[in-house]
């Protein structure tokens, strides 16, 4: 349940991370999340622990204010994902869950 500035924020961090990414739903949920705190083009950006260091120089290098490796109980910023993928072709549900917290994905 994300809310607030991070609901499309992460909306949309998990729909790139499984089209573009190719991704399966628990894999689009395990990756690294950013926010940008107050939701404008010149918020702080909180990025959670887990980007390679070459993506904190360059947005250094770009002059972005940026927060990184938020870890622990501070990852609740990102707020959390349980997702339900159906294959229209065989009909088949799979599901991945957010271990940043609990709560579970189940379908029938």
Same mark, same amino acid.
């Not at 360059?58 to 002059?63: F, M, P, Q, R, V």
């Given at each position: ?41 010149? *918020? !702080?950006?909180?990025?959670? %622990? ?5 993506? +904190? ?5 770009? &002059? ?14 990102? *707020? !959390?994902?349980?997702?339900? %993928? ?5 009909? +088949? ?5 957010? &271990? ?9």
């Amino acid at each position: 349940n994300m809310g607030g500035y991070m609901q499309p924020q992460g909306h949309f961090q998990l729909t790139v991370n499984m089209v573009a990414g190719e991704l399966d739903a628990q894999q689009a949920i395990d990756q690294p999340r950013f926010c940008i705190a107050d939701g404008t083009h010149n *918020g !702080k950006v909180m990025l959670e %622990q887990g980007y390679p260091p070459h993506v +904190l120089q360059s947005l250094t290098d770009k &002059g972005h204010l940026f927060k990184p490796n938020i870890s622990g109980f501070g990852r609740s910023v990102f *707020g !959390k994902a349980q997702i339900i %993928q159906h294959d229209r072709t065989t009909g +088949l549900l799979t599901a991945g869950s957010d &271990g940043r917290s609990d709560g579970c994905a189940m379908g029938y």
